[in-house]
């Protein structure tokens, strides 16, 4: 048994191939990490609410949803309904962090805060034992395959001291530039749930990538 996770992210995956591209992590981890962008709080777009409705109907994988938008509030329910087992809203973008998880929770989901790199690592820290998830971006939100943060080590520390120093058993996540380089030194630094796009999506074989990332935390 592995004191940590790797969640596929589903925006590497080929999109005209989304239920074979799921297919093959599916026997690799029970986790689905799923990107929603709005094109204001991120430069980009995505998949939406259709999309989740769709693949939840072919797989029972855990749906990880990171709501990288403004507004969060609104789609709680529309993702909760399209069958959603978590969803991350973002600290940047709400002034009410402890209404939206209960929020969340109310539908019977676990709920998580990320923080983009540019915001004190401060302001989540008073969350840590209230959220099941906190996540810490390793890039600037809204891109897949950019390189992970210098500077990401410390703030991924001072969350796994808040959670340590407060007792807590929430997961603490990682987000961009995540390969077999930056998954150990992520981990060393106390990371334990490992959201990774192109370095598995974007390999020949997807599922024996998940494999071998666990293996370069598992190895050495
Ligand atoms: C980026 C997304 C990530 C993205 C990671 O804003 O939140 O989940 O898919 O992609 P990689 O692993 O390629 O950096
Ligand atoms: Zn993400």
Redesign the pocket.
Known sequence: MSDFEIAP?L??ADFGYLMRDIKSVEGKTGFL?I?IMDGHF?DNLSIGVPVVESIRKYTDMFFDV?L?LTNPEKFIKPFADAGANMITFHIECTKDPEGLIDLIRSYGLKAGISIHPHTPIESVLPYVDKADLILV?T?V??????TYLAGSNDRISAVRKAIDEKGASTYLSV????NKKTIKIAYDSGARYF?????VFGAEDAGKAVEELRSCVTMS
Do not use: T
């Open positions: 992210s925006l590497a990490h990107d991120v990171h990288m971006m890039v939100p809204g891109f897949g395959g950019s987000d961009g530039g995540i959201v990774a796009g192109s370095a």
